[in-house]
């Protein structure tokens, strides 16, 4: 039987696709602009570490299939150059935030502030240059992988046919990519988190195997932008 946490994944996963569905149903610019507040939130919400259904996880991975999600939405219906620019508009977006706060960091706090620490602990690359690089490339780097793989498969597939296989075979690649790439960039090596092949093995097969389960729980919603005439009238799907 679902636990508290298994429960609350699934219910993050559906306010993370319904969120999609309204900003969807306002245009491309709302569909970029929840891509930009999801990748500077899970940049931030992967310190936090749950269990669910037996798998070890962090806050950002609904975040992220969400920002895959609406990188597909915005693929299928607007075209490859508009999620070509909500990945790049995001990038920018975390580059932006890791510079302005380390400035903020700068700043000596006085005798009543309690949130230093807390500030080192979520934005210090001086701490973390090494993670937050990796991810940073990672995260640009696939984005733009999961942009072309879409929309090759849509091409090959044709409109509104198998949106399942493009959807579902465009992630689970990309995610494939992302997932090695940033394990071994960011944890692997001497003094580092992982230092043996298994617990890199480990590591890999369950952050892939969480990013699989979502991107299959998020595919409905794709399939509700076509349904339920996502698009207003009049929208063009540039190229």
């Known amino acids: ?20 569905l309204a900003a969807g149903r306002r245009g491309q610019d709302w569909l970029i602009i929840l891509i930009v507040i999801c990748t500077i939130l899970m940049n931030i919400a992967v310190f936090k570490q749950m269990t669910v259904f037996g798998l070890a996880v962090t806050g950002g991975n609904v975040l992220y299939a969400t920002v895959f999600l609406a990188n597909d939405v915005l693929n299928e219906h607007f075209g490859r150059q508009a999620a070509r620019r ?13 510079i302005l706060m380390q400035i903020e960091l ?3 706090p006085n005798e009543y502030d309690d ?11 001086v701490a973390y240059p090494r993670i ?4 940073m490339v ?20 044709g409109v509104r046919r198998l949106l399942w296989l493009r959807c579902n075979a465009s992630t689970w690649i990309s995610q494939a990519f992302d997932t090695v790439f940033f394990t071994t960039a960011a944890l692997t090596g001497p003094h580092s988190t992982i230092s043996t ?5 480990d590591a890999v097969i369950l952050a892939y195997i969480m990013k699989i ?20 009238p009049g929208s063009t799907r540039g190229r």
């Not at 039987?1 to 999609?20: D, K, S």
């Not at 230093?116 to 690359?125: C, I, K, L, T, W």
């Not at 992988?145 to 090959?156: A, E, N, P, T």
């Open 1 to 20: 039987m679902p636990t508290h946490n298994e429960l609350l994944f699934l219910a993050h996963v559906l306010v993370g696709g319904a969120l999609i």
């Open 86 to 98: 909500a990945v790049v508009m995001g990038f920018c977006a975390g580059l932006a935030v890791v």
């Open 106 to 108: 700068f700043y000596k």
């Open 115 to 125: 949130s230093q620490a807390h500030f080192d602990y979520f934005f210090s690359v």
């Open 132 to 135: 937050v690089t990796a991810s």
């Open 138 to 157: 990672s995260y640009l780097l696939s984005q733009l992988l999961d942009v072309q793989l879409y929309d090759l498969i849509r091409r090959w597939t």
């Open 197 to 201: 092949w298994r617990q890199w093995r």
């Open 213 to 232: 389960v979502v991107a299959v729980l998020d595919t409905p919603f794709l399939y509700l932008t076509t349904w339920r005439g996502l698009i207003p």
